[in-house]
């Protein structure tokens, strides 16, 4: 089994930036991947970023050169900057971990708020 914590969510500005983290832990498994994916009020949820155990990336159009997705494979947590904030970008954003015996586990979310 494999917990998740997440932190780094909050209120700030049009413009601005937060910090994610999401730390993994748990005992005898390995990671394949890490991501963050997000929803806001009324709508799917969505991929936001992710990152493989080699350090391969992918991001959402709506965020690519505005956030950056990054990993500490020594300490199993998963990190996502995020700068020029919007208020599109206003939603519960969820950390998601897929490991090499196929599992799938997912964080509590964190709320992240982008005022006008």
């Known amino acids: 089994q494999v917990q998740l914590v997440e932190s780094g969510g909050g209120l700030v500005q049009a413009g601005g930036s937060l910090k994610l983290s999401c730390a993994a832990s748990g005992s005898g498994f390995g990671i394949r991947a890490m991501g963050w994916y997000r929803q806001a009020p009324g709508k799917q949820r969505e991929l936001v970023a992710t990152?493989?155990?080699?350090?391969?990336?992918n991001y959402a159009d709506s965020v690519r050169g505005r956030f950056t997705i990054s990993r500490d494979n020594a300490k199993n947590t998963v990190y996502l900057q995020m700068n020029s904030l919007k208020p599109d970008d206003t939603a519960v954003y969820s950390c998601n971990v897929k490991t090499t015996g196929w599992g799938d586990y997912w964080g509590q979310g964190t709320q992240v708020t982008v005022s006008s």
């Open positions: 990152i493989t155990s080699g350090g391969l990336t």
